[in-house]
């Protein structure tokens, strides 16, 4: 598997070791009860054992079983294999909860996939098939905003008690802190990829969502269309937009400017203290957050504007949010470290 | 003053009696400590005692003194004025505390009219000047935060933990509700009259907002200024797009396709369960709720389209909402009934 398949800027956020070894960069979430953790993502897992100090022991990235009918028996399946290799790699951590996150829309307290285009899942009962194969509490959350709360505890928003996180990748991907907790609406809040502020048609049905416009994989493959030529990533667009390509500036602006208009509807409707900007957009630095604040401050006047701050955990994230919600659940049971 | 100088629909919500008695319409916010309750706007200040049983005393509608240097003094002078005529007339019901409600922006939890371009003031310290003089807890909130408490408490929105309340009048105001409290974020959140949507002048000095397009006064304006016939109000708008006059039509349907835009970013961002629409827009009936259901459906795909829900309380939610949040600061006082 090449990184640029899943990740449309060209900038891999982890290196990818085919093996499915250990990655390089581990992290820690604090002292606590050992859990797995896992990230599943519509190409690929990520997979780890947190030991009581926190620290990620065999984190690794590996393919997603096939969706269609019977994905989510597959991908537990898939899960205890994980799960099972750890253990033998690591026989003195003994994990008292389960984190599992997954991507499209999913009601986290159902424990409820409701629907995933990537997975190809309607109202998988997740949460209670994994719990029934692990024998153990199951912790179970949408990916993205498991990643935001990870960053809301371990990065970039740990400042602040009204952020909004967005995961500018693929596709585009929000999530809410409210006073210092997440506002899901039964998994329907922050979706903010597909909020329609345009005309252009979107693959989800709905007309102008932001994320066909303005996401990472949006900017790369307009500008393949546009140019007829395809450079492999929005990094790349970027870079030409900059050396004084037109098509290229145009694509890179229009997407400027649709991120600029969504915040600023942010800004006025709930008024987060800050925007944590994550994904493999984030990657693009000034060019992206000094944009954005220009445009802001251009588009905006008495409204507070949120500080514009990168997201710190970098693709680790969903799986560190996934292990964070894990040690919640084994505290809920009783569990002790 | 005449009801059109400040009901830019030319519907009246409640009757004013130009020497200041009472209205026609009083209400019941139950049982529990009497107070004193003020909604203070642009033109004119709201003034009650609510007694024992919840019963509105007094309800009046009388002059704001004039804005500029000292209005907050002077509006806290003419609140205790009425203060003490409320009193005189029920020496029987003493109030435990105050509630003062007020337009623009509101900080709410420092007790600060941050802005107010109608009452010219900046940084008013008004719960400290009216809790000195009336010797009394004062609750402070923003007029159509506290009116959409209202809402949620009493009247159209309370059936749902997570809502939006829009008041479309002379300007739109919202307010937002997240599992069952208000989402103020410092006074900034709800400014959903200046989402900017567009790229039309508002007075505000952003471009774009959707209250220059779509509120009562703009739907009334606009006409105005592209006929050159001023109908009054946007009543008479909407009944001249119904008899097929094109300018009228298309001021309207401008006016529609803003609103339904707003609330569709709402539904993709947070997902509220319903939209409770009140101010004088909302009495348009079916002409406003059905084109905006129609819209919705045809803007959005996977996303949870909220219901949309007339406010019940008509004018009258900002001094319930008053009322209510005084309830809460005598309790909180340890003041009884």
């Known amino acids: 598997m090449s990184t640029s398949a899943t990740d449309p800027t060209g900038i891999p956020d982890v290196p990818i070791d085919a093996s499915g070894e250990k990655l390089a960069r581990a992290a820690s979430i604090g002292h606590g009860a050992p859990v797995l953790a896992f990230d599943v993502g519509g190409t690929d897992i990520k997979s780890a054992l947190f030991d009581g100090d926190g620290t990620a022991l065999g984190l690794r990235r590996t393919p997603t079983p096939a969706g269609g009918a019977g994905a989510p028996q597959r991908l537990i399946d898939r899960l205890a294999e994980l799960a099972d290799e750890l253990r033998a790699q690591h026989p003195d951590v003994v994990p008292q909860a389960v984190g599992l996150v997954v991507p499209g829309i999913v009601d986290e307290q ?36 498991a990643a935001s709360w990870a960053e809301h505890v371990l990065g970039g928003a740990r400042s602040y008690r009204n952020s909004v996180v967005l995961i500018i990748g693929t596709g585009i991907a929000g999530a809410i802190l409210i006073d210092g907790r997440p506002h899901t609406a039964g998994g329907y809040a922050g979706e903010i990829g597909h909020s329609p502020i345009g005309e252009w048609p979107c693959p989800c ?18 500008y393949a ?43 006025a409707v709930i008024a987060p203290e800050a925007v944590v900007i994550g994904g493999g957009l984030s990657r693009a630095g000034g060019a992206l957050f000094d944009q954005l604040n220009l445009r802001l401050r251009d588009r905006l006047s008495f409204h507070r504007i949120p500080k514009l701050v990168p997201a710190e955990l970098s693709g680790n994230a969903g799986i560190l949010g996934s292990a964070l919600h894990a040690r919640e659940a084994a505290s809920a049971a009783g569990s002790t470290a």
């Not at 049905?205 to 307009?222: N, Q």
């Not at 492999?232 to 290229?248: P, S």
């Open 110 to 145: 159902a424990g409820v996939g409701v629907f995933s285009s990537n997975l190809g899942w309607r109202d998988a009962p997740i949460r209670d098939l994994a719990a029934e194969r692990f024998g153990l509490p199951v912790a179970f959350d949408h990916d993205v905003r």
């Open 225 to 267: 269309e546009a140019s007829g030529t395809d450079l492999g990533g929005a990094k790349e667009v970027i870079a030409l937009a900059a050396a004084g390509d037109a098509t290229a500036d145009r694509i890179w602006n229009e997407a400027l400017d649709a991120l600029a208009f969504s915040i600023a509807q942010l800004t």
């Open 205 to 222: 049905g709905a007309r102008g969502c932001l994320e066909a416009i303005a996401s990472a994989g949006a900017i790369s493959r307009r």
